[in-house]
Each structure stands twice: as structure tokens, then as C-alpha cells.
């Protein structure tokens, strides 16, 4: 049961004596002291209806139910309707307007006489204010402006300002959702919503990317590159373009994905497979556009809710036991756990990007049953019926992706092929000294060889290495787990002998760092002798 504390003494207004609880009221006017600038939580939408109203305008009664004076804002511009979602009546001719608006214009094209107006609901501790953005508020004769809106907001009296923005991705919008102090985004499990969600990514990236360029010719060239890969490309397909090309730019947008992160929610969810389609939205988003998509939680479908509003009642107040209310609940902690900085908002697999195991969705260690329940579940999410992935991937990208999974697969399941293939991308580690794992032998040790920096090293002169420190075969089988038919060959180059060069590469770099000495240089010069005998193989044979 959500508890509701007094409301503060200077939010008092006329009329609302012995009915503190009738929500078709006549609102009446604020007149609060200054407060300390708000902390703005924005809300906005895949599209119209998904619930971003409902949602906002909870999550404001949720803060104001902690104690905190709460203003609701309306700024949506295709109709404003949260005071029918809170049951109070539209604000009239004889309401004041808020803190902030006087009589004079701001050059936005706001006329001045008029403005934004902030009423008192029947819930205490929180007040609702009409921004004007979807039609002139009574008394003014253009509509207020996004800009304006927002430039005045900040300095009402309130610890939140809680902002529904409506849907689309109109430049104002994305600019609001960008500045918000926190900021929820509202998807239902429904293709044209998730769609929608994708593209509201791509166009909040783009606008963020333009922001954060500084340099009015450097501006002027990322402009460019974005229209000519349709204004609002996917981050990571702007990213590899850049990078093609050698353009400095590239730097910029990798820092922008890695910094972006959009937290959402999915709303009227039904079925399991709803419950889960938040998670792969995100797996799937990352993998497409490389940019973070945070699954806060899923509301639920609840009837309760389509009774509210009905009702024009708030479904926190009327039945805070139904499951859309413990739902919404848990929304605002998150939020609120994000803003304290308590909750972790990225899982952090220890991969390198774009190997197997990231393609996955697992971990270096992970068991061969690990591996194929992840196959599994990446299989069903990138499937070509997949909610998940609507309007993400056309046939050719899907296609591409199927191979490459088929291939993780196959490589990580084969033990003679996974081996070889951890050793060649994930990070090296300084290994210790080898132990001798066998007595020294008793007869004369040759010289070492002479080497340089720019020694190439071959398979003799590995061998050279490894007879000067006292080393068998056996030895260095024993600590890299490489078979002795493999460092045999390695030694002999027999290179029909030996897998792919990304295999040999794993194999020399452990060898070197038996051995001390330099892996990359080892497996720099190795790996190019290896490559130069099969390109000549190959043209001998044409």
C-alpha cells in the first residue's frame, strides 16, 4: 500500500478542505517558496498508446508517495492528457500561470501573453503543469515551445520534475531526453513498437554524436557522413565506415557507443516470452548497432489499469496491490537505484568483442552444455521470426550472422579447435618461469643463438632456442597443452601440417613465452613465413 505524507503547508490552496480526495476537483494554484533545482526524469515512447502517460504520471505519484514535492509535466506534443490521467480538469482562463511565464515573449515565437499553467492535484506533495506544447494553453496565442519549456522548468519548486515527452524524434524531444537528469523510454511487445524503439536509437545517437562535436567544421563533415547514410545510420556501421576511411571521426563515435545507454521498459507484457524479449532486445541491439539498450523491467498486463483510467483514477492510488502497480513500483527504484549510483547497469563478460564467445553470450570458461544452451538461446533470439530483432537485420546481415554463429559454435564445441583459437584473441598474460618438469639432462647444452630485434624467427631456429635452455618437446606439451605432433611441426615447418594461421599464431606465441622471449615478434615473423609458403602453394597450384 502506497502511504501518502501531508502536503507541504505552502501548497495549501483554496477549495481543497474536506475534500482532500476528489479527483474531479477544480484544480487550484500553487504558490511555493523557491526550491532547489529539480532533478528532471523524462519519459518518452516508441509510439502512441504504448503507455508512457500511465507510466510518467505513476512514477511521479510513486516519488511523491517517498516524501518529495513532485511536478508532473506535460509536454506532449501530439495531445497532452495527463490531467485526464489524473482526474483533474483542464486548466482554465481563471488559473494563474506557473512561476516563470510573465507577460513578455522570448523570441521563440511564444507570444508572452500567456503560458504554462501548474495546478495542485489531489495527491499530496504533487502538481501538475500543462507545458503547452500540443496546442496554446487558454490565454496565449501560439504554443509554447520545447525550449522554452525546458529552459524554465529547472526552476520551479520541486525535488522532480517528472517530463512525459510523447513519442517521435523530433530534434526538441531528443534534445529534452539527452538533457534529463534521468530519462525511461516505453516499448510494448509488439513489432511496430520495437521498431519504432530501434529507430528512436539510431536518432538519439545521431543527435548525441552532433552535440558532442564542438568544432563547427568538423560538425559540418559528420552532418555530411550521416546524410549520406541516411541521417540516423546504425552507430556501428558509421563507426566501421569512419574507420575504412582513416577519418579521425571514427575516434568520436567510438566513444559516443560506448557512453550511450538508453534505460526502457516493456509495458501490457502477456505472454512468458514477452517477459524475456527485453534481455534480447538488448542482445540483439548490441550486436547490430553496438550501443547499450538497459531492460529496466516489464509492466504488466492488468485490467486494473484499463479500469483506472476509465475512472480517470491513477491505478498507485486505486489499487496499488495489482501487478501493474508492484510493476511500476519497481521501475521507480531502479530509476531511483540508477541515480544513486547503486545499481550495476552493464554486465560485464570479460570477451573480446566480436569473438566466439561474445557471439554466444559467454565466458571463457564456459562448459560445453553452457555453450550449447547459449547457442540456443542466441538461435531463437537472431531467428528470422523474432520479435526481437525486427526491423534490425535485412537478409544479407542475417545471413552473415547465421554463419558466424554456426562457426563460434563449431569452434568453441572442439577442443582442438577452441584451444588454439583462445590462444589467438584473448589478451596475453605474463606467464611465470617454466618449472622444469623433468630432470636437466647431463650432457652439454649448445649455445644460444644470436638474436636480434629484427630476427625472423623460423621452426629451426625455435628449435635452436629450445636445445640451448635444455627444453624437450615434451616439456613445453606439457605447460601450453599444444600436442608434440603440432611443435614438432611447428619446429620442422611442415606447414601442410599445421591448421590455419590464426591457430599457428596461438601456438608460437605460447611457445615464445616458454621460451622468453619476445611473443609478438615471434609470432609476427613466424605467422609471415607460414602465410608467404601457403600463398605460393596456392599460386603453384592455379
Request: charged share 30%; net charge negative.
Amino acid at each position: 500500500m502506497v502511504e501518502h505524507p501531508q502536503p507541504p503547508s505552502e501548497a495549501t490552496g483554496p477549495g481543497e478542505e474536506g475534500a482532500p480526495g476528489d479527483l474531479d476537483a477544480e484544480p487550484t494554484i500553487i504558490t511555493a517558496a523557491p526550491a532547489p533545482r529539480g532533478r528532471v526524469l523524462a519519459v518518452s515512447g516508441a509510439k502512441g498508446g504504448v503507455g508512457k502517460s500511465i507510466v510518467a504520471a505513476n512514477l511521479a505519484i510513486y516519488l511523491a508517495s517517498l516524501g518529495r514535492r513532485v511536478i508532473l509535466v506535460d509536454a506532449d506534443a501530439e495531445g497532452a492528457s495527463l490531467h485526464t490521467v489524473l482526474g483533474v480538469s483542464r486548466p482554465t482562463p481563471s488559473s494563474r500561470q506557473a512561476p516563470g511565464w510573465g507577460g513578455e515573449g522570448d523570441g521563440d515565437g511564444s507570444s508572452g501573453d500567456g503560458g504554462p499553467v501548474l495546478v495542485e492535484t489531489a495527491i499530496p506533495s504533487l502538481s501538475l503543469l500543462h507545458g503547452g506544447i500540443d496546442e496554446p494553453v487558454l490565454g496565449a496565442v501560439r504554443r509554447t515551445s520545447r525550449a522554452r519549456l525546458f529552459r524554465t522548468i529547472r526552476e520551479l519548486p520541486a525535488d522532480y520534475l517528472v517530463v512525459d515527452l510523447g513519442a517521435g524524434t523530433q530534434p526538441s524531444l531528443l534534445d529534452a531526453f539527452l538533457d534529463a537528469d534521468l530519462a525511461l523510454f516505453v516499448a510494448t511487445p509488439e513489432p511496430t513498437a520495437i521498431d519504432n524503439t530501434y529507430r528512436f536509437v539510431r536518432s538519439l545517437f545521431a543527435r548525441a554524436l552532433k552535440r558532442r562535436v564542438e568544432d563547427p567544421e568538423t560538425r559540418r563533415a559528420l552532418v555530411q557522413r550521416l546524410r549520406s547514410m541516411g541521417n540516423a545510420p546504425s552507430p556501428l556501421d558509421l563507426a566501421r565506415r569512419l574507420e575504412a576511411a582513416g577519418d579521425p571521426l571514427a575516434d568520436v563515435v567510438r566513444r559516443a557507443i560506448d557512453e550511450f545507454e538508453l534505460h526502457f521498459v516493456l509495458n501490457r507484457t502477456r505472454l512468458r516470452a514477452d517477459l524475456e524479449l527485453g534481455d534480447s532486445m538488448s542482445i540483439a541491439c548490441r550486436r547490430r548497432h553496438g550501443v547499450s539498450l538497459d531492460y529496466l523491467a516489464y509492466i504488466e498486463q492488468d485490467d486494473a489499469v484499463w479500469a483506472c483510467v476509465r475512472q480517470k483514477r491513477a491505478v498507485l492510488i486505486e489499487s496499488p496491490g495489482t501487478k501493474a502497480s508492484k510493476n511500476l513500483e519497481k521501475v521507480a527504484r531502479r530509476l531511483l537505484a540508477i541515480e544513486s549510483g547503486k545499481r550495476s547497469q552493464h554486465s560485464v563478460r570479460n570477451v573480446p568483442s566480436e569473438s566466439h564467445h561474445d557471439l554466444l553470450e559467454v565466458d571463457r570458461g564456459a562448459t560445453d552444455e553452457e555453450i550449447r544452451r547459449a547457442y540456443k538461446r542466441v538461435g531463437q533470439i537472431y531467428d528470422r521470426e523474432s520479435m526481437a530483432c525486427y526491423g534490425l537485420f535485412d537478409g544479407a546481415s542475417r545471413d552473415a550472422l547465421e554463419a558466424r554463429l554456426e562457426e563460434a559454435y563449431d569452434v568453441l564445441l572442439d577442443p582442438a579447435r577452441r584451444r588454439p583459437y583462445e590462444l589467438s584473441v584473448f589478451p596475453l598474460e605474463p606467464s611465470p618461469d617454466p618449472v622444469p618438469s623433468f630432470p636437466e639432462s647431463d650432457e652439454p647444452k649448445p649455445p644460444p643463438p644470436v638474436i636480434t630485434p629484427d630476427t625472423e624467427f623460423s621452426g629451426p631456429l625455435l628449435r635452436a632456442v629450445r636445445e640451448s635452455q635444455g627444453v624437450s618437446i615434451r616439456e613445453i606439451g606439457q605447460r601450453t597443452k599444444i600436442g608434440a605432433a603440432h611443435l614438432d611441426a611447428l619446429e620442422g615447418e611442415e606447414f601442410d601440417s599445421l591448421p590455419a594461421p590464426v591457430y599457428v599464431r596461438g601456438f608460437v606465441t605460447e611457445v615464445a613465452k616458454f621460451l622468453r622471449l619476445d611473443p609478438d615478434q615471434v609470432s609476427r615473423s613466424y605467422v609471415g613465413r607460414y602465410k608467404r609458403y601457403v600463398e605460393e602453394r596456392g599460386k603453384s597450384f592455379s
